[in-house]
């Protein structure tokens, strides 16, 4: 009977039936289209291609963020309104003439040459996107004015002109890669506490997981990402937090200390050094040991109007097996 059963799973998985899943592309393949894309809008337009790939990275986590978006379904995930595509006055709501799209004032371009401005196409949104950038200038200073008035918040300009000087310095979008915050060969131990009554952190309830390990433990960054904010708070003591490309913030507190030449704006990849596991906190800058030495790491979340926390156990527990799959590997 096992046998049989054998057969039956050996003759299902070598049939030559072609499945969805052979047929989808990979996350590196993704990426190349998409890079090809904002590079032949460089081209066109003298927009650096990072400044493209962060507003469009921003739009791709807001669909996963928030319920009044559509997911993905295409290469480019910017969104325009489609009142602000047709033109505010435009009679036709779903229009898609580049002609009488223009005499309304609307966003919509014909980027790809097809004789209309499809709110569906990519190459066509980011015509109209471009376009719009092209109004104010593509240095930095404009490129920032740009996004203010298209946002209308500080924390989005500063969070994409972060994910910017990202994609600039690594010169890829294929910045998937995540790091367990402590290096495996060290003794550590944590468990999920979310939702815990007030831990040592100073919330209401526990924002995030207590990793327990010695003192000077080497504490890394777990993304590839920037680091938006380094220094004292009573509570947290020594922590830094750090952006990464999916609007997702990492907090580390309770450091010992932190990595030398570290800055607020320095772009970080998984892995990296970035202080030692400690008990700094509860008084004033420098007051240590008041509790056992760990490192709390936290996440939250950016959706484009607020930012909440999420548990970061089931990452940490993750992006753990990963690293220790990849080290049985070598
Ligand atoms: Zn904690």
């Known amino acids: 009977m096992r046998l049989v059963l054998a057969l039956i799973l050996l003759f299902c998985f070598t049939s030559p039936v072609k499945t969805k899943a052979e047929e989808k592309l990979s996350e590196e393949q993704i990426h190349t289209k998409r890079m090809e894309l ?4 460089e081209a066109l337009t003298h927009i650096p291609w990072y400044y493209l790939a962060a507003v469009d990275q921003y739009e791709r986590s807001l ?9 993905p379904t295409s290469f480019i995930s910017i969104y325009i309104d489609p009142e602000r595509w ?5 009679p036709n709501p779903g229009d898609d003439n580049p002609r009488t799209i223009t005499l309304f004032n609307g966003f919509g371009r014909d980027g790809d040459m097809d004789g209309k401005a499809s709110i569906k196409s990519d190459e066509d949104i980011l015509a109209a996107f471009t376009d719009y950038v092209l109004q104010y200038g593509i240095d930095r200073d404009n490129f920032k004015l740009a996004l203010w008035d298209y946002y209308e918040r500080d924390k989005t300009v500063s969070i994409i002109m972060g994910k910017a000087k990202i994609y600039k310095h690594f010169g890829t979008i294929h910045l998937n890669d995540k790091a367990f915050p402590l290096p495996l060969r060290f003794n550590y131990s944590y468990k999920n506490t979310w939702g815990d009554a007030r831990g040592w952190g100073g919330r209401r ?16 960054a777990t993304s590839y990402g920037i ?14 937090g750090i952006r990464d490309i999916n609007n997702t913030y990492h907090y580390f507190a309770h450091l010992s200390g932190f990595s030398e030449n570290l800055k607020v704006g320095q772009v970080v990849e998984p892995g990296m050094m970035i202080g030692g596991v400690g008990s700094s906190g509860y008084g004033p800058p420098g007051t240590s040991g008041k509790f056992p030495p760990h490192l709390h790491y936290g996440m939250y979340k950016d959706n484009g109007l607020t930012e909440w926390s999420f548990d970061p156990y089931p990452h940490l527990r993750q992006w753990e097996r990963q690293e220790w799959m990849k080290s049985r590997k070598r």
């Open 227 to 240: 680091i938006e904010m380094k220094g004292w708070n009573r509570y947290g003591g020594w922590r830094i």
């Open 205 to 220: 309830i526990h924002e995030g997981t207590d990793l327990f390990a010695d003192y000077g433990v080497p504490v890394r």
């Open 86 to 90: 047709s033109g505010p006055l435009n």
């Open 63 to 71: 669909r996963f963020a928030r319920k009044d978006r559509e997911k």
């Open 38 to 41: 904002f590079q032949k809008s």
